[in-house]
């Protein structure tokens, strides 16, 4: 019969003990303004902040970082998308708008991440037998994994934004192209009807000078 070792419960919960994040996509209709929240329960953690307008208007968006007692930690205007990072230096809840009141008609899809983060590492049981060395070793590899899967998230959410920018740039572009298309034909047809009355009207008086 085999024993569960006793490091594989103790990887699990610090995996969940790293960090408590909250990842959402939300449509911000036209002169909206909303923020969600976010609970620290100790002062000295780290709060990182991602969001990227992924679609509507010029792919911008005003926001501001709220603390628990109302003082505005970070905010900007007209931003298409932001990576924070700050420590918590109260405890308590931090508040994130969002604010679309610029548009009159045009909705914004924001997709935003927060993460909380304690600084203090949970430490991993030292199994029977085995040097301090070793779980050391194993707490610092799984920090560094927990590091590369964060930059691997933040550069597929960067591919995608830049993807749906692109793609209504193509869009934009196609539209413009057909508009002139249409438009070019109208005066192309417009000119050929001119070039018709312009010459019955000099063979009417060619008629008019025989008669």
């Known amino acids: 019969m085999h024993t569960l070792n006793p490091l594989i419960p103790a ?4 995996l969940t003990r ?8 939300y449509k911000l209709t036209p002169n909206e303004k909303t923020c969600f929240f976010t609970w620290v329960a100790e ?29 505005v930690i970070l905010d900007g205007a007209k931003e298409r998308q932001g990576d924070f990072v ?7 809840e931090y508040r994130f708008c969002f604010d679309n009141e610029m548009s009159t008609v045009t909705d914004k899809m ?9 600084e203090e590492r949970a430490s991993l049981p030292s199994r029977q037998g085995a040097p301090p ?3 050391s070793l194993l707490s610092e590899s799984i920090y560094k994994l927990s ?7 933040r550069n597929q959410k960067y591919f995608r934004t830049r993807e749906n920018r692109n793609f209504s740039t193509v869009r934009s572009t196609e539209q413009r192209i057909f508009r002139f298309s249409v438009f070019e034909n ?11 009355f312009v010459v019955r009207f000099f063979f009417q008086g060619a008629r008019k000078g025989y008669v």
């Open 186 to 196: 109208l005066v192309m047809v417009g000119m050929a009807a001119l070039q018709v």
């Open 133 to 135: 060395e070793q779980t």
């Open 43 to 71: 002062p000295g953690a780290k709060i990182a902040f991602y969001f990227a307008v992924q679609s509507g208007g010029s792919f911008d968006v005003d926001y501001s970082v709220v603390g628990p007692s109302q003082k």
């Open 11 to 14: 990887l699990l919960l610090l």
């Open 110 to 118: 924001v997709d935003f991440e927060i993460t909380v983060e304690n």
């Open 18 to 25: 790293l960090a408590t994040p909250t990842a959402l996509t």
């Open 86 to 92: 700050f420590t918590a230096n109260e405890m308590g």
């Open 147 to 153: 590091g590369q899967l964060s930059t691997i998230t």
